[in-house]
């Protein structure tokens, strides 16, 4: 059985931090694409950022580049994304997902993937 658990969310004020994990059993990511996504409240799944599993390719949107960064530990079979500056516009529930066969052109798709974790709160207000 397939299982992403995200972690890390919560409420910190305009321009501070956090680092979201998402925590992986059931498959080995090495070989999968993996994706954090946000939907803000009455909108869809926007992909945030992806990362290719075999080979040094990766997606920032726009609004996140030079502020978020997607990582993972291979030996923990862990996906990471640090969110620096944080912005009133970067608050949402923010998901991970992970596909196997997923085309670099369809990275930022929310409905290219197979698999999803439960999501986790980022608010970012004074």
Sequence with gaps: QVQLVES????????????LSCAVSGITL????????????????EGISCASGTA????????VKGRFTISRDHGKNTVYLQMDSLKPEDTG???????QTI??????????YDYWGQGTQVTVSS
């Design 8 to 19: 890390g969310g919560g409420l910190v004020q305009p321009g501070g931090s956090l680092r």
């Design 93 to 99: 529930v923010y998901y991970c997902a992970a596909d």
């Design 56 to 63: 040094p390719i990766t997606y920032y949107e726009d609004s």
């Design 30 to 45: 090495d070989y999968y694409v993996v994706g954090w996504f946000r939907q803000a409240p009455g909108k869809g799944r």
């Design 103 to 112: 085309i670099t052109s369809s990275m930022a798709t929310a409905h290219a």
